[in-house]
C-alpha cells in the first residue's frame, strides 16, 4: 500500500428551460488555469468530459507539484503529451509527447533551470490560453504557435510555425511522469516505434511507474508528409523505420513547415496499435480542427448544462463551473471504439452491449462527495461507472479495487472505499449494476484477506500502533468500509454477514481514549502508545505516524457513520459539539511536523484534503446547524478563489471541486451510504439539476447575499420543511427545495432531535 504522505462516451444534451440569469453557455465561465498553481496538481490542456485522451502541455515531468505534468512557475514547456492525472498528490502518464520545433534537433528536454539545454522552450503567458476543450500557446524559443484540441481517445494539434522556414516534430517515448521516491527512473519495456509511409507513425510501451506494467499505444498521422524521418535508439542514430528497445525517439522534418499550419492526430489504446489506429479513424477521419474543437466545447455545454446556476457575481460563476468542469476529467473512459478493453488481470476484454469500461479512480478521495454527486448529476454513467469497479475487483488478482489506473492497482491510500461506492449505488437503487458480485469481492477483503493490518483488525478490532504504520487512521477507515459493506450485505439478503459487519462497524472505539478526548494509538498489548500530542502525526515520527494524512485532531473525526453513537464517547451530543467547536479553533502547533497536504487550516480543521471534508456537517447532528452554515459558507469564500492557486490542496481527481459543487447548492452528504444529504448554506440563488430525463430538481434561495449565510426556514415543493436534511429519493423524483436565508442565525431550525439527520440506519 502506497501512502500519499509517504510520497511528499459521449451525452446527449439535457433539455432544460435555464432561469433568466442563468449562463447559456456554462463553458464561457470555465477557466482551466484554476489548480493549475499552488498544491492544485491540475493540468489546463484539452479534453472532453471524462475523455481518454488529455492533451495538454508537459511543464515539468519529476516535481510533486507537476503531478499533472504542468505548473503555472515553471515557465518552459517541454511539449505537449496525451494522457495527464487530474489533481492527483502521485505522479505518471504523460504519455507520447510531440515537441514543435525549429533549428537543430535536441533529444532531452534539459534541466527546468536551463531551458536552452534541450528541447523544452520559454512561452508567453499573455498568449496562453484555455477552455473546454481548447489550449493554444506561442512557444517564444520555438517560435511556434501550438494549438490543442481532442476527442474522446484521439488529441489532435495544429502547429503554426514561423512563415518560410522548416522545422520538425519530436516523438519522444522516453517522456513520462517520474517519481521521486524509491527508484526514480521510470522503467520502460516493449517499446516500439514504426514509420508507415511518410505520414503515419505507430508504437507502444510498457510503463512501470506508479501504476506498474501498464500499457499506452499509439497511433500517429501528418496533415502533410514528412520530407525526412531520423529514428533513435538511446538518443543514436538508427537507420532502421522499425526499431524496438526502451529509449526511442523521432524526427520528423518538414522544409516547409511555415508554409501552412501542420496538424498531428494521435489515437491511443491500452489495447494494441490496431486498436489505436481504429480509434483514431473512428473518432477523427479528417483534420478538420475548428469542427473537433466546436464538438469538444458542445460536449462540455452538454454536460456542464445538467448543472445550471444563478450565482450573485462573475467571480462565484467562474468558480462554479470551473469546479463543475473538473468533477468531469475523471473516472476517465478506458475502451476502444470497439469495445475492447485491457482487463486488471491484464488480459484483453470485450464488453458486453451496454457496458463502460473507466479507469482513474481516486477512491479514497471521490468516496466523499464526487459519487454522491454523480448520483445526482450522472445518471447514465452510473451503471458503468460503478459496475466497472465490480469487474475490476473480480478480474484483478489484488481484489478489491483501491486506486486503479489504466489496468493496473496502484494500491494507494488506505482502506476499501469502493465499498462505499457500491454499497451507496444500491442505497439509491442504481440500476444496471451486479450487487450480489459486489457483495462477494468486498466480503473477501471484508473476512478473508489479511494485508494492510486487516487480520489484526479482525482479531483486536484494531490495528496496533507497534506493528503496523498509520494505524489508527486504518482502524477508523476499516470501520467505515465494514459499515458499508454491511449495508451492501443488506441489499442482497446476506443476513448474517450484514449483522456482523454492523457490529464491526464499531471498532472505531477501541481507540477512543475517553480520559483525553482523542483518537490515539494503541499498542499490541492493549496500552495507549506515548508519547501523544493531537498536534502530532504519530507517537514516533521517525518509524510510525499513527494516522493517514492528518493528525489527531482531525483524526478524531474521521466517523462518518455512527454519530450518535460517537458522541457517546465524548459524553453525549453537548461534549461532542464543544469539541468540533474547539476543532475550528485550536491554534497549530509549530513544534510539530506536518505535511503539505494539511493544508487549508481553520484551527485545526484541514480543508486542503479530504479527511476534514464532511467535519462542518457535523454541527446538524448536534442540533445546531447553524454552526454548519457558518463554516462551509466561510469556507466556501475563503478556500477557492479564482486563481491558478485558488485550491487549497490537491484537486484529487474531482474531490475537491465536488465539495464545493455540493456545498454551494447547500447538500452534503456526510455518510454516503446513508443516502441523505445534510443541508448547509447554499451559495446559488437558484440552480438546475438535470437529475433524471424529464425530471429536474430546483434549488431556490432568492435572498442570498455575503450576509445573509443562515438558514431561516426551509420549503419542499412550497410546503414548510422542518429537518436539516433531505433523503436522495426525494430528490431525484425532481422538484423544488427552497432556502430562506438570513443575516442571523435561526437556532430553532434543525435542533429538534427529530429534525437531525438519520445517522447508523
Same mark, same amino acid.
Given at each position: 500500500?502506497?501512502?500519499?504522505?509517504?510520497?511528499?462516451?459521449?451525452?446527449?444534451?439535457?433539455?432544460?428551460?435555464?432561469?433568466?440569469?442563468?449562463?447559456?453557455?456554462?463553458?464561457?465561465?470555465?477557466?482551466?488555469?484554476?489548480? /493549475?498553481?499552488?498544491?492544485?496538481?491540475?493540468?489546463?490542456?484539452?479534453?472532453?468530459?471524462?475523455?481518454?485522451?488529455?492533451?495538454?502541455?508537459?511543464?515539468?515531468?519529476?516535481?510533486?507539484?507537476?503531478?499533472?505534468?504542468?505548473?503555472?512557475?515553471?515557465?518552459?514547456?517541454?511539449?505537449?503529451?496525451?494522457?495527464?492525472?487530474?489533481?492527483?498528490?502521485?505522479?505518471?502518464?504523460?504519455?507520447?509527447?510531440?515537441?514543435?520545433?525549429?533549428?537543430?534537433?535536441?533529444?532531452?528536454?534539459?534541466?527546468?533551470?536551463?531551458?536552452?539545454?534541450?528541447?523544452?522552450?520559454?512561452?508567453?503567458?499573455?498568449?496562453?490560453?484555455?477552455?473546454?476543450?481548447?489550449?493554444?500557446?506561442? !512557444?517564444?524559443?520555438?517560435?511556434? =504557435?501550438?494549438?490543442?484540441?481532442?476527442?474522446?481517445?484521439?488529441? !489532435?494539434?495544429?502547429?503554426?510555425?514561423?512563415?518560410?522556414?522548416?522545422?520538425?516534430?519530436?516523438?519522444?517515448?522516453?517522456?513520462?511522469?517520474?517519481?521521486?521516491?524509491?527508484?526514480?527512473?521510470?522503467?520502460?519495456?516493449?517499446?516500439?516505434?514504426?514509420?508507415? %509511409?511518410?505520414?503515419?507513425?505507430?508504437?507502444? =510501451?510498457?510503463?512501470?511507474?506508479?501504476?506498474?506494467?501498464?500499457?499506452?499505444?499509439?497511433?500517429?498521422? !501528418?496533415? =502533410?508528409?514528412?520530407?525526412?524521418?531520423?529514428?533513435?535508439?538511446?538518443?543514436?542514430?538508427?537507420?532502421?523505420?522499425?526499431?524496438?528497445?526502451?529509449?526511442?525517439?523521432?524526427?520528423?522534418?518538414?522544409?516547409?513547415?511555415?508554409?501552412?499550419?501542420?496538424?498531428?492526430?494521435?489515437?491511443?489504446?491500452?489495447?494494441?496499435?490496431?486498436?489505436?489506429?481504429?480509434?483514431?479513424?473512428?473518432?477523427?477521419?479528417?483534420?478538420?480542427?475548428?469542427?473537433?474543437?466546436?464538438?469538444?466545447?458542445?460536449?462540455?455545454?452538454?454536460?456542464?448544462?445538467? @448543472?445550471? @446556476?444563478?450565482?450573485?457575481?462573475?467571480?462565484?460563476?467562474?468558480?462554479?463551473?470551473?469546479?463543475?468542469?473538473?468533477?468531469?476529467?475523471?473516472?476517465?473512459?478506458?475502451?476502444?471504439?470497439?469495445?475492447?478493453?485491457?482487463?486488471?488481470?491484464?488480459?484483453?476484454?470485450?464488453?458486453?452491449?451496454?457496458?463502460?469500461?473507466?479507469?482513474?479512480?481516486?477512491?479514497?478521495? /471521490?468516496?466523499?462527495?464526487?459519487?454522491?454527486?454523480?448520483?445526482?448529476?450522472?445518471?447514465?454513467?452510473?451503471?458503468?461507472?460503478?459496475?466497472?469497479?465490480?469487474?475490476?475487483?473480480?478480474?484483478?488478482?489484488?481484489?478489491?479495487?483501491?486506486?486503479?489506473?489504466?489496468?493496473?492497482?496502484?494500491?494507494?491510500?488506505?482502506?476499501?472505499?469502493?465499498?462505499?461506492?457500491?454499497?451507496?449505488?444500491?442505497?439509491?437503487?442504481?440500476?444496471?449494476?451486479?450487487?450480489?458480485?459486489?457483495?462477494?469481492?468486498?466480503?473477501?477483503?471484508?473476512?478473508?484477506?489479511?494485508?494492510?493490518?486487516?487480520?489484526?483488525?479482525?482479531?483486536?478490532?484494531?490495528?496496533?500502533?507497534?506493528?503496523?504504520?498509520?494505524?489508527?487512521?486504518?482502524?477508523?477507515?476499516?470501520?467505515?468500509?465494514?459499515?458499508?459493506?454491511?449495508?451492501?450485505?443488506?441489499?442482497?439478503?446476506?443476513?448474517?454477514?450484514?449483522?456482523?459487519?454492523?457490529?464491526?462497524?464499531?471498532?472505531?472505539?477501541?481507540?477512543?481514549?475517553?480520559?483525553?478526548?482523542?483518537?490515539?494509538?494503541?499498542?499490541?498489548?492493549?496500552?495507549?502508545?506515548?508519547?501523544?500530542?493531537?498536534?502530532?502525526? #504519530?507517537?514516533?515520527?521517525?518509524?510510525?505516524?499513527?494516522?493517514?494524512?492528518?493528525?489527531?485532531?482531525?483524526?478524531?473525526?474521521?466517523?462518518?457513520?455512527?454519530?450518535? %453513537?460517537?458522541?457517546?464517547?465524548?459524553?453525549? &451530543?453537548?461534549?461532542?459539539?464543544?469539541?468540533?467547536?474547539?476543532?475550528?479553533?485550536?491554534?497549530?502547533?509549530?513544534?510539530?511536523?506536518?505535511?503539505?497536504?494539511?493544508?487549508?487550516?481553520?484551527?485545526?480543521?484541514?480543508? #486542503?484534503?479530504?479527511?476534514?471534508?464532511?467535519?462542518?456537517?457535523?454541527?446538524?447532528?448536534?442540533?445546531?446547524?447553524?454552526?454548519?452554515?457558518?463554516?462551509?459558507?466561510?469556507?466556501?469564500?475563503?478556500?477557492?478563489?479564482?486563481?491558478?492557486?485558488? !485550491?487549497?490542496?490537491?484537486?484529487?481527481?474531482?474531490?475537491?471541486?465536488?465539495?464545493?459543487?455540493?456545498?454551494?447548492? %447547500?447538500?452534503?452528504?456526510?455518510?454516503?451510504?446513508?443516502?441523505?444529504?445534510?443541508?448547509?448554506?447554499?451559495?446559488?440563488?437558484?440552480?438546475? &439539476?438535470? @437529475?433524471?430525463? %424529464?425530471?429536474?430538481?430546483?434549488?431556490?434561495?432568492?435572498?442570498?447575499?455575503?450576509?445573509?449565510?443562515?438558514?431561516?426556514?426551509?420549503?419542499?415543493?412550497?410546503?414548510?420543511?422542518?429537518?436539516?436534511?433531505?433523503?436522495?429519493?426525494?430528490?431525484? =423524483?425532481? #422538484?423544488?427545495?427552497?432556502?430562506?436565508?438570513?443575516?442571523?442565525?435561526?437556532?430553532?431550525?434543525?435542533?429538534?432531535?427529530?429534525?437531525?439527520?438519520?445517522?447508523?440506519?
Amino acid at each position: 500500500m502506497i501512502s500519499r504522505r509517504h510520497l511528499l462516451a459521449g451525452t446527449a444534451a439535457i433539455a432544460m428551460t435555464p432561469a433568466t440569469a442563468m449562463a447559456a453557455s456554462p463553458s464561457d465561465h470555465v477557466d482551466p488555469f484554476i489548480g /493549475t498553481g499552488g498544491h492544485g496538481h491540475l493540468y489546463p490542456g484539452a479534453t472532453v468530459p471524462f475523455g481518454m485522451v488529455q492533451l495538454s502541455p508537459d511543464t515539468s515531468n519529476k516535481r510533486w507539484d507537476s503531478c499533472s505534468g504542468y505548473h503555472q512557475s515553471d515557465g518552459s514547456i517541454m511539449g505537449f503529451s496525451h494522457t495527464h492525472l487530474s489533481g492527483t498528490g502521485c505522479p505518471d502518464m504523460l504519455d507520447i509527447l510531440l515537441v514543435p520545433a525549429t533549428g537543430e534537433v535536441k533529444l532531452t528536454p534539459g534541466p527546468l533551470d536551463n531551458p536552452d539545454a534541450g528541447y523544452r522552450s520559454r512561452y508567453d503567458r499573455a498568449s496562453e490560453t484555455a477552455s473546454p476543450g481548447y489550449y493554444a500557446v506561442d !512557444l517564444t524559443d520555438s517560435r511556434v =504557435r501550438a494549438e490543442l484540441t481532442a476527442t474522446t481517445r484521439v488529441g !489532435l494539434h495544429r502547429y503554426t510555425f514561423p512563415a518560410g522556414e522548416g522545422g520538425h516534430i519530436l516523438l519522444d517515448l522516453a517522456h513520462g511522469a517520474i517519481k521521486w521516491w524509491g527508484d526514480k527512473d521510470l522503467i520502460l519495456d516493449h517499446v516500439s516505434l514504426k514509420l508507415i %509511409g511518410n505520414d503515419t507513425v505507430v508504437g507502444g =510501451r510498457q510503463v512501470f511507474q506508479w501504476a506498474k506494467g501498464r500499457w499506452i499505444f499509439f497511433a500517429l498521422k !501528418l496533415s =502533410r508528409p514528412f520530407a525526412r524521418a531520423d529514428l533513435y535508439s538511446n538518443d543514436k542514430r538508427a537507420d532502421a523505420t522499425d526499431l524496438t528497445g526502451t529509449n526511442l525517439k523521432a524526427a520528423l522534418h518538414f522544409p516547409d513547415a511555415g508554409a501552412a499550419p501542420l496538424l498531428v492526430k494521435v489515437g491511443i489504446s491500452a489495447v494494441d496499435i490496431a486498436g489505436a489506429l481504429k480509434n483514431l479513424d473512428t473518432e477523427l477521419p479528417d483534420f478538420d480542427f475548428e469542427r473537433v474543437r466546436a464538438t469538444a466545447r458542445a460536449a462540455w455545454d452538454s454536460e456542464l448544462s445538467r @448543472v445550471r @446556476v444563478d450565482l450573485a457575481s462573475e467571480t462565484d460563476k467562474r468558480i462554479f463551473h470551473t469546479a463543475h468542469y473538473h468533477a468531469l476529467l475523471a473516472p476517465t473512459i478506458f475502451q476502444d471504439v470497439d469495445g475492447r478493453y485491457r482487463g486488471m488481470d491484464n488480459e484483453i476484454h470485450t464488453l458486453k452491449p451496454g457496458e463502460v469500461s473507466y479507469s482513474t479512480y481516486s477512491l479514497w478521495d /471521490t468516496y466523499r462527495v464526487l459519487h454522491p454527486f454523480f448520483t445526482l448529476t450522472q445518471a447514465e454513467r452510473l451503471p458503468g461507472m460503478v459496475g466497472g469497479l465490480v469487474r475490476m475487483g473480480q478480474q484483478s488478482p489484488d481484489g478489491v479495487p483501491i486506486w486503479p489506473l489504466q489496468g493496473r492497482e496502484t494500491d494507494t491510500m488506505i482502506g476499501y472505499h469502493c465499498a462505499s461506492v457500491l454499497a451507496e449505488a444500491a442505497a439509491k437503487n442504481i440500476p444496471g449494476i451486479d450487487y450480489h458480485a459486489g457483495y462477494e469481492v468486498l466480503a473477501k477483503r471484508a473476512f478473508t484477506d489479511d494485508l494492510h493490518g486487516l487480520g489484526l483488525y479482525r482479531e483486536k478490532g484494531y490495528i496496533p500502533a507497534d506493528q503496523v504504520d498509520e494505524s489508527v487512521s486504518r482502524t477508523l477507515e476499516y470501520a467505515y468500509s465494514d459499515w458499508c459493506t454491511s449495508k451492501l450485505a443488506a441489499h442482497v439478503d446476506e443476513t448474517a454477514a450484514a449483522d456482523a459487519l454492523k457490529h464491526r462497524a464499531g471498532n472505531y472505539r477501541h481507540l477512543f481514549d475517553p480520559h483525553i478526548g482523542f483518537m490515539r494509538g494503541k499498542r499490541a498489548d492493549g496500552q495507549w502508545v506515548t508519547p501523544y500530542n493531537p498536534h502530532s502525526l #504519530g507517537h514516533d515520527q521517525a518509524k510510525w505516524r499513527d494516522y493517514t494524512e492528518t493528525n489527531g485532531w482531525q483524526a478524531t473525526f474521521l466517523n462518518q457513520h455512527d454519530i450518535y %453513537g460517537y458522541a457517546k464517547l465524548f459524553g453525549g &451530543l453537548s461534549a461532542f459539539e464543544a469539541k468540533l467547536d474547539a476543532l475550528f479553533t485550536e491554534a497549530p502547533n509549530a513544534a510539530e511536523a506536518s505535511l503539505a497536504d494539511i493544508s487549508g487550516l481553520v484551527g485545526q480543521y484541514a480543508h #486542503g484534503n479530504e479527511p476534514s471534508h464532511h467535519v462542518a456537517y457535523l454541527y446538524a447532528y448536534t442540533g445546531s446547524p447553524w454552526k454548519t452554515q457558518q463554516r462551509v459558507r466561510q469556507i466556501m469564500t475563503t478556500m477557492y478563489r479564482a486563481a491558478p492557486d485558488g !485550491l487549497e490542496g490537491n484537486e484529487d481527481c474531482g474531490a475537491m471541486s465536488a465539495w464545493y459543487l455540493m456545498s454551494a447548492l %447547500g447538500l452534503y452528504p456526510v455518510d454516503p451510504v446513508s443516502a441523505v444529504y445534510v443541508f448547509g448554506s447554499p451559495l446559488v440563488r437558484r440552480a438546475e &439539476l438535470a @437529475v433524471a430525463p %424529464g425530471r429536474r430538481l430546483v434549488i431556490e434561495a432568492p435572498n442570498n447575499s455575503p450576509a445573509n449565510i443562515y438558514v431561516q426556514s426551509v420549503r419542499w415543493n412550497g410546503k414548510p420543511y422542518r429537518k436539516s436534511w433531505i433523503r436522495h429519493a426525494d430528490l431525484i =423524483r425532481g #422538484g423544488t427545495l427552497s432556502f430562506d436565508m438570513g443575516p442571523e442565525p435561526n437556532s430553532a431550525f434543525g435542533s429538534a432531535m427529530a429534525d437531525r439527520p438519520p445517522s447508523f440506519t
